[in-house]
């Protein structure tokens, strides 16, 4: 037999398999963000962080980030910094877990938080303003009580427009009018 012919044959029987583009994207991704990759399937391991079936827009975020690497998505810079900024928030979230001065802080931050808001629905209350413009700062309020006791923080945008309704507050409170023609001190 002719050498050649069985080489011939052999060559046909092992067909070369060309990988698709997707195969080819989730090889690159596996390549440029595979300690990523590991980083966000730990963080959605971890039931403390990520609740079984939590339909929490910001857990949605992040299985969607991680299924974006690991089924072949081009990877854009926003995508990139976005993972960046969730496994980052993730690590800032287990320091504060497991250090127990952190921890103090931000309860001691919390306790304090919490007292001058409600220091500022009496005076609310005080002030005797219309019902429609109480209940809208009160519903102000209460948004920045729920991220107060979920996050611990408040922005600096949050801080000043209480410190607003505080000084607000406290000159109609000295003021002792209803409007400019009644003073509700008399009645």
């Given at each position: 037999m002719n050498p050649y012919v069985v080489n011939l044959k052999a060559m046909k029987n092992k067909t070369k398999v060309v990988p698709s583009k997707m195969e080819k994207q989730v090889e690159e991704n596996k390549v440029k963000y595979g300690k990523r990759i590991k980083q966000l399937s730990a963080i959605i391991k971890d039931e403390s962080y990520i609740p079984e079936g939590s339909t929490n827009g910001y857990h949605e975020f992040i299985f969607s980030m991680y299924k974006a690497l690991i089924q072949g998505r081009k990877i854009t810079p926003k995508m990139e910094l976005a993972i960046t900024n969730i496994v980052k928030s993730y690590a800032k979230r287990l320091k504060e877990n497991n250090d127990p001065k952190l921890r103090k802080q931000k309860l001691d931050y919390i306790d304090t938080a919490?007292?001058?808001?409600?220091?500022?629905?009496?005076?609310l209350y005080e002030c005797k303003y219309t019902p429609s413009y109480e209940s809208n700062s009160e519903y102000f309020l209460e948004s920045i009580e729920k991220q107060v006791h979920k996050r611990g923080s408040l922005t600096i945008k949050q801080r000043k427009a209480l410190n607003k309704m505080y000084k607000q507050f406290t000159k109609r409170i000295e003021k002792g009018t209803l409007s400019k023609?009644?003073?509700?001190?008399?009645k």
């Open positions: 919490m007292s001058k808001i409600h220091m500022l629905k009496r005076r023609k009644e003073s509700w001190h008399s």
